[in-house]
């Protein structure tokens, strides 16, 4: 028997997966636009963070995801991470859904971002705050350049700001210095970019910060809104994927951490308590 066959055929929820607790940004707006269907969230917060992680390992990492999520249940599952999306979407896409399961699909959160970028600047120069992985791996500026060849991208690496959201200092002083300093840094290079793309899902939980320092004329693209419009028109226009999804309402919390310590830390990110599930990846 085929491992396609193994996998589970009946529908299932929506399977969202972030190396941590980023993506719970993205699960809350999705959740916020469709709430009646079922949806299953996967942290990888032992092996976090995977900004500094090689393609491979970050990989690897996302592939084991994406088949347990696939194990239970999931026909459609959303790579609610930056990194996850620039360093593993494509491979699994082209190399890996073939063989698991055609019929089975794995989006990310920067295709949608890009494309709203070319009606929402003006000048034609956007900057990208992101994880060093993600800057580093120029995805955001190859993907803006197939969409909009006018377009300059300056990335700027913020390799503090995950470490301060999750532990819980994104509101504090120490949070001022960083945010300043990266936003500075980003502006000086490029003074002419009118729109910056947070190209993280942890850094919502940093607006108020980013918004301090950031110039009131510079528009500031958060990705939730985008990626949850952008997966309901998705669902629209392929009704047989909405057929494979459960519409209970229902949210499930799994992490590969300890369940107390996940539930704490994702309180903040979700703005409800709720319940987690240890797991193993493998």
């Keep these: 028997m085929s491992r396609t066959s193994k996998l589970p055929q009946n529908p299932g929820p929506i399977g969202i997966f972030d190396s941590g607790y980023g993506g719970l940004t993205i699960l809350r707006q999705i959740r916020s636009l469709m709430p009646q269907y079922d949806y299953l969230y996967l942290g990888d917060n032992a092996r976090a963070p995977y900004g500094t992680r090689s393609f491979n390992i970050v990989y690897e990492f996302t592939l084991q995801a994406v088949k347990y999520l696939f194990g239970q249940g999931c026909h459609l599952v959303i790579l609610g991470c930056n990194t996850a999306s620039a360093k593993a979407l494509r491979s699994i896409q082209q190399n890996d859904l073939p063989q698991l399961d055609a019929q089975r699909r794995v989006l990310g959160v920067i295709r949608p971002t890009v494309e709203v970028v070319g009606s929402i600047s003006k000048t034609r120069h956007v900057g990208i705050m992101a994880t060093l992985g993600t ?134 990110f979700m703005g409800e308590p709720l319940t987690a599930k240890r797991v193993h990846l493998e």
């Design 135 to 268: 800057i580093r791996s120029a995805t955001y500026d190859l993907e803006i350049a197939k969409l909009y060849s006018d377009i300059q991208v300056t990335g700027e690496a913020c390799p503090m700001w995950v470490p301060l959201v999750e532990n819980d200092e994104y509101d504090g002083p120490g949070a001022d210095y960083f945010v300043k300093k990266n936003i500075d840094s980003l502006l000086s290079r490029d003074p002419q970019i009118d729109s910056v793309i947070l190209g993280c899902t942890h850094y919502p939980l940093l607006l108020k910060k980013i918004r301090k320092y950031m110039p009131s004329d510079i528009h500031v693209i958060e990705q939730g809104y985008y990626v949850a419009n952008s997966l309901q028109d998705y669902l629209n226009r392929h009704p047989e994927m909405a057929d494979q999804i459960t519409c209970g309402g229902s949210t499930r919390f799994l992490t590969t951490e300890q369940a107390e310590a996940f539930q704490c830390q994702a309180a903040a």
